[in-house]
């Protein structure tokens, strides 16, 4: 089958190191020279000190608007006897004019009196007043910045200032970067087949590269075919300082990164012990660092970064940044593979006086990890893992002010929560996060202090009502706040036209009804129960009962996709994907706010925002929701 | 004369009080949308949240490259009674290859065996094992981003996964900046005349204007003619959310500013209580604002910054970013007025424990002095500024690691300290700021504490020894380290061909001879001052005596440009400026240290640079040097 399936694992000290030996030995890493016109130098390094090569002022230049006179001829002068110089003994000079070899200082406009074409002088002038010296900014052939000074907007007006028309500089890496794989598209369109993804990662490698300081040449993408993949790498080379090569860095069928190095250069490395990111190669071609880099993004994004970042950086002369770091309490449980150093990405969030590390879902291939991650937590290689609340370091992403003023919302998840973390963002300047855990992962959450604030729907099966009870059992000693959010129905989320005519849960005992279940914990799936039970029907007997989706929106796309058939959702997942709905009921969604945990101003801002009527607009617009009694407060203190 | 001598001397908070209040009021200052490619969306910022367009990902996936099966179809297989399948009960996937609805698992390729064309299952497979749902990283019409989200690398490859083609962004606001001056050149050229100034201003505030958010559209030099620039106002006006006027904002004769804004608009403050910056222009025309910006580089710089900064931010969405303030204590005495808000620009370094902020030259015309700021420290209206050692708050412009990584050497200038600032920011990544104030200068500095090291070359009138007998006098009880950098070649710098005939210091006495002496303190007029004694010259003979330039280079480009004939500094300022020299003394030029201020590998660093073969190339080649006795330690120790 041509699979060759078995990589090394090599610790990723020994691979750093075997890589920059290898780059420090044939010199690559020492930065390049390169001239360019004054008008490309922004934001650039220089290579070289740059001179003054012109003085500036290069000639005797007024420092005021007045006049140019012989401080001689003045000599005389007071308020009691003025002199008066003719027309031709003065010289009419604004600020900056030339001041010529006969005159020797200047009398600013203020303190002269024109009285009968004669100019009236009351103070003798000081020789050299008012005039700038030659030089007196720069001098012609002052070393204006030294070597590797970044060029901002102020080095750049001293170089016009000074006639600097060239400027020496360290050329910028060229990262050549060349996506494979036979399944990509370079644009999404309509009704792409199954199977087909639309090419991202050379684009945020590229994006990243040029923010290191580097300059991303994107090939166009090359489908998985050997020879195809070699010429793109032979084509690339001579016009890059370096080659990228995203996917294929694995040992199956088609994964030719590994042996096109071996044949063009030299392979270095081919696997090494991280996670994500263990199929990665490293290696040279002429001399030139070839990074292969694995299909997954977060995979790509952590080997580039790992590899790649340190080496642009050397090369263009730049001392990388090191990240703010700040010590956290790890939110949950976080075990570790004992051979593999471990990079997790995080949401940090102030919880009173600590900050908590909220690890994000560790699948490789989750491209909004990455937006969503607040920073990185590493956990070496020989350790297990964390328990829940051990304390723990995390590289920050985020400005740290962003960080504490970030409020935290574990629990159901609704699209209500998404338009207020919207509103929160724009109008006022307050950043919230939201994880979607469950509505008894909320109430978890909450009771341990671990979230400012959870959405619920539950539902007490014995009176009816909503989130009051639970709160009570669970939160009894807790000073809460509950909100109403809205009212919205749930019901069943069936394909256009609902061809198999599914008019209640009764339905989903058919066989041919293939279901979708939400998560344990979740309220919607809660809800299902507790009317399974009031309809005394085993849910054994549904067919999809232990497949889970974490979203109502998760649900309804699985749905759209003709993964399933029915599942219980809100009205507006349905709507969104222009599915049917089947409805239910329809149920109270609150937000349980811990009021100690918030600032006045967050507390102010998050009730008016839910009290906005943008809010009540946008989910107005979204159908199926309720809000005659959003923004009620229903509780207030301990329950 | 047409000129309007009174302009305003409005408070600063007034002034922004009065400018933000009508931008608020005519709703300028609320982003703008505009949708674009996602292929130009990296560094803008969301205006409205952006959500998926299609589910991450869209179809069942394989997570795995193996084999896709139906489950139940594996439920017997253990290693001791393996299941085979037959070729068309599976289905061969790649890692991320859609997974067709008759099949609900994949089994990874490392537990397949094939056994003569058969799959050899030993282990069954749970439902959904290996398969990534559909919308696992993102569902359709999931909120991927909120309002307000600065896009960069990751955001930027989740839209592409999603599908997303355009994105919604604030539109970044367009700044039209306007040189005005008649002696203004786009570019500096040989022989540029008396007058002259190559325009960089608008160059300065349009790198700025990007740097925080906008786009500026420069317009080309107009020159002082207010038809012309009333023109440009007019042309520039449909395409711009903002209009700046570089220079012109005073009343002289030829400031047209003030009227063009009045009379095209409304002109809201002219004049300025701060320093520098006291003759700016804030007013709308057609509700955008306007602002006329002095032309000193230093004031149009504080201008811009004040005022179109704040204003930038809050049309882009984005946070201006608060500067990091450092605790200093200033260097010396600051006057200021009581009547303006004065922002002087200076140097940090950490000396010890402390840090110390050195005032630069105040002079509003001097580029390179934002060039070498650290940061900036204000003294507030009402205050009468700052004695020498009070503590002070400074803004810094440069990183904090940076500044704690700097080492200060104030004291006489070479040629050589240049070169040793450029090796040490280039083979050791250490700083070195250094300020020219002689050294007698330096001495007092390095008795104060206030310099990590000081060059000198002061000659003994007695001994004929250069620096240690003042190291003794001065700094008798400090522990300081003294090393010879090099000696050099003192002598009389003359015009280019030397058409005077000066041939020694008794040709200054000749009244035609213009001669430009240096200032007090300075290691080079102490030496003309002892030569003069030995001869017994009376220096009020000498024409010039009291002129005084800060250093060598900026003597002899004052002899280049005609503005003196004759002035004493070391041989390389003649040759660099090609102009004769005429030697007098050949002297000792060494860097005294205070080796406790400075950290092992500071130190290490600097010892280092000297000694380098770099260094003795780079000053050999500059002509007039003598490295014979480069690093050799004079003195180490209470001396």
Redesign the interface.
């Known amino acids: ?1 041509g ?1 060759n ?1 078995y990589i090394e694992n090599k610790p990723l000290e020994e691979a750093l190191d075997l890589f920059n030996r290898c780059l420090t030995e044939c010199g690559w890493l020492a930065p390049q020279f390169e001239e360019v016109d004054i008008m490309e130098c ?1 934001g650039r390094r220089t290579f070289h ?1 740059v001179y003054a ?8 230049a007024s ?1 005021m ?1 007045g006049i140019a006179v012989k401080a001689a001829s003045t000599y005389a002068a007071s308020e009691v006897n003025p002199v008066n110089l003719d027309p031709d003994q003065v010289l009419m000079v ?5 001041v ?2 006969q005159f020797d200082a200047v009398i600013m ?2 303190d002269v009196n ?1 009285i009968g074409g004669q100019y009236q002088i009351i103070r003798a002038a000081v ?2 007043q008012q005039i ?18 970044l060029i ?7 170089f ?6 060239r400027v020496p500089v360290i050329k910028r890496p060229v990262v050549a970067i060349i996506p494979t794989g036979t ?1 990509l598209v370079e ?3 309509d009704d ?1 087949p ?2 087909e ?5 050379s ?3 590229a ?2 590269c040029e ?1 290191w300081g580097g300059v991303a040449l994107r090939h166009d993408i090359v489908i998985d075919d050997k020879e195809l993949i070699r010429q793109a790498v032979v084509e690339m080379e001579p016009q890059a300082d370096m080659i990228v090569i995203c996917s294929g860095s ?1 040992a ?3 994964d030719y990164t590994a042996s096109i190095v071996e044949e063009l250069g030299r392979l270095i490395v081919h696997g090494i012990a991280t996670r994500p990111g263990k199929p990665a190669i490293l290696g040279t071609i002429n001399r030139k660092p070839v990074i292969g880099v694995p ?1 997954y ?1 977060v995979s790509a ?1 952590l080997i580039f970064s790992l590899f790649a970042q340190p080496i642009i950086y050397a090369r263009s002369g730049g ?1 990388m940044p090191s990240p703010d770091t700040i010590q956290c309490q790890v939110a949950r449980k976080l075990p570790s593979h004992a051979g593999v150093d471990e990079y997790v990405n995080v949401n940090v969030a102030k919880i009173s006086d600590h900050f908590l590390a909220y690890p994000l879902n560790r ?1 490789a ?4 990890m ?2 969503k ?1 607040d920073g990185v937590l590493h956990i070496p290689r020989g350790s297990e893992g964390l328990d829940a609340g051990s304390p723990c370091t995390v590289a920050l992403c985020r400005p740290r002010p962003v960080i504490e003023n970030t409020l935290v919302c574990l629990g159901s998840h609704d699209l209500a929560i ?1 338009v207020l ?2 509103i929160l ?2 109008d006022h ?1 307050i950043r919230m996060i939201s994880t979607n855990v469950g509505s008894m992962g909320g109430i978890v959450s909450l009771s341990r202090g671990e979230t400012h604030c959870a959405g619920l729907h539950l539902l007490d099966y014995e009176s009816g009502d909503y989130n009051t009870s639970y709160l009570k059992k669970y939160l009894g000693r807790q000073k809460v706040m509950l909100v109403n959010l809205v009212n919205r129905d749930q019901g069943l989320v069936v394909q256009k036209g609902n061809p198999l005519e599914i008019t209640g849960i009764e339905d989903l005992l058919r066989p041919e009804v293939r279901y979708i279940n939400r998560q344990k914990g979740a309220g919607t799936r809660l809800l299902l129960d507790y009317l399974l039970q009031k309809k005394n029907i085993d849910n054994s007997g549904i067919n999809g009962y232990n ?1 889970e ?1 974490y ?1 109502h ?2 649900v ?3 749905i ?4 399933g058939d029915a599942g219980m959702a809100i009205y507006a997942s349905a709507r ?2 222009d599915l049917d709905f089947v409805p239910v009921e329809t149920e109270r969604y609150d937000l349980c706010i811990l009021p100690d945990l918030f600032t006045g101003r967050q507390l102010d801002s998050l009730l008016t925002a839910i009290n906005s009527n943008e809010f009540k607009r946008r989910m107005q617009s979204l159908g199926g929701y309720h809000l005659e009694n959003t923004g009620l407060i229903i509780q207030d203190g301990v329950g």
Chains 1, 2 share one sequence.
């Open positions: 089958m699979r399936v922004l000190p090569r012109r003085s500036h002022p290069h000639y005797m420092a608007d604004d600020t900056g004019d030339y010529p070899p406009i203020e024109m020789p050299w700038r010296s030659v030089g007196e900014d720069m001098v012609e052939q002052d070393m204006i910045v030294p070597s590797r000074t901002g907007p102020y080095e750049l007006a001293s016009k200032t000074a006639s600097v028309e399944e644009r999404g369109y792409m199954p199977g993804i639309v090419e991202s990662n684009r945020m490698l994006a990243l923010q694995s199956g069928r088609e299909g993004p994004q001392e699948g291939g989750v491209t909004s990455l937006v991650s998404d973390i919207d963002q724009k300047g497949r989706e979203s929106l998760a309804a796309a699985s759209k996709n003709n993964a969104i994907l």
